[in-house]
């Protein structure tokens, strides 16, 4: 009876990720077929995922996130799906930075999920933001563009960032520059200052790899 109950389960999970791919275009995690099968634990749902992939009805890449597929629909999606769908988790200013924890400004959840080209993210996750102001256009950066962001706590001096200003609780696009204890940030527009700022008082939420402009 147990040994039953454990097949039942990884047929469930198998159909579970079958719909799951077919709806959202990407994988789900562990924590997502926790959910959607009912199971007790993240430990449990590892313990079947690693005997499908024993048995070779899933593929797994441990350093990719979100990488279970089924081999019998993977060439599919690598056909047919040259899109990808990523959250779009608010709005971030390219002027001067807007307040952070408000409703209509910044969210944990994603406000949609947008189209954007699978090449831009590659293996990657990211999620999007949509511009406001215009202190990023000489970069082609406008009001109104989706930015694609790669979250990352680190970056190159003059890569293109999304940074949280601590004392301010308020967030901002702009590329950064290290200067000793400081951090510039700089806007692409010749009209506008940079914010300098002690290194202290940032935090990068993630750098930009992609632009989706507004037509």
Request: net charge neutral; hydrophobic share 40%.
């Amino acid at each position: 009876m147990r040994t039953l109950a454990r097949n039942q389960t990884r047929e469930k999970i198998i159909r579970f990720i079958r719909v799951f791919l077919e709806e959202h275009d990407y994988a789900p995690t562990v924590r997502d077929i926790l959910k959607g099968c009912n199971i007790s634990s993240t430990a449990v749902v590892q313990y079947h995922l690693d005997v499908l992939e024993r048995e070779g009805r899933i593929q797994r890449d441990p350093e990719i996130f979100r990488s279970i597929r089924l081999p019998d629909i993977s060439a599919k999606l690598r056909e047919n799906f040259n899109t990808i769908r990523v959250p779009l988790l608010g709005t971030i200013a390219a002027g001067e930075p807007i307040p952070v924890p408000a409703a209509d400004t910044w969210h944990n959840q994603a406000l949609e999920l947008i189209e954007i080209p699978r090449e831009i993210a590659g293996t990657r996750q990211v999620f999007a933001l949509k511009v406001k102001g215009q202190s990023m256009i000489d970069a082609l950066i406008d009001d109104g563009d989706v930015v694609i962001i790669e979250p990352s706590q680190t970056a190159n001096p003059g890569e293109m960032v999304a940074v949280w200003i601590k004392d301010r609780r308020e967030v901002t696009l702009k590329r950064i520059f290290y200067e000793q204890n400081m951090v510039r940030l700089q806007p692409a527009n010749q009209s506008m200052k940079p914010i300098m700022q002690p290194a202290e008082n940032i935090e990068i939420q993630g750098r930009v790899i992609g632009v989706m402009r507004k037509l």
